[in-house]
């Protein structure tokens, strides 16, 4: 058995003729303008859209409230934690005479959500952000209601608790703010 040697490989000179590569290029459909005006350097990035498309448009200052609010939530949450009958004083200006669970629980509920915000901080994804912000203002809500209810049952109306309900208003509509303005569609231009 002999083995005849195999004739060397011809190279094709068609991929390195230019006008062969543009009449391939044509006919699969790259490097030509689409409807949009863009100018797409292949199939893929054809088929899968320029990521230019998705990026989120953030508010002015969307990040720096993540934060402020992410440190907030935390710091109550270590003080709900291992302050608890202070922390009661401080908003309704009297001893706590129940047992100090109810607001330890408050403290782990704070310290989940204060988890979501940090996560909300670092990523992305318009609708994780979206969401983070939705828990937030939902919280701000049902704190708003939970602290009137407790107020009007109680007859009381302490200064602290005033604030703590302005604020809870005030991060309410900051934080729906932020949620409509990242939710609205961009126009194209």
């Not at 989940?112 to 952000?129: F, M, Q």
Request: positive net charge; hydrophobic residues 45%; aromatic residues 8%.
């Amino acid at each position: 058995m002999s083995s005849k040697p195999h004739p060397p490989l011809m190279k094709k000179h068609s991929q390195t003729d230019l006008i062969s590569r543009l009449k391939s290029r044509k006919i699969l459909g790259v490097g030509g303008e689409d409807d949009d005006g863009e100018v797409h350097r292949s199939k893929i990035s054809q088929m899968l859209g320029n990521e230019m498309k998705f990026a989120v448009r953030e508010p002015i200052g969307l990040r720096v409230w993540i934060l402020i609010s992410a440190v907030g939530f935390t710091v109550m949450a270590l003080m709900a934690l291992v302050f608890p009958n202070q922390l009661y004083e401080v908003v309704f200006e009297e001893q706590l005479s129940t047992t100090c669970l109810s607001i330890r629980l408050y403290g782990g509920a704070l310290l989940s959500l204060a988890l979501i915000l940090w996560n909300g901080l670092y990523t992305p994804e318009k609708i994780i952000i979206q969401w983070t912000l939705l828990s937030e203002a939902c919280y701000f809500a049902v704190q708003f209601l939970v602290t009137s209810i407790t107020l009007i049952e109680l007859g009381i109306l302490p200064d602290g608790a005033m604030l703590l309900l302005l604020s809870r208003v005030l991060f309410l509509v900051v934080t729906m703010g932020y949620y409509y303005h990242l939710g609205r569609k961009v126009k194209k231009t």
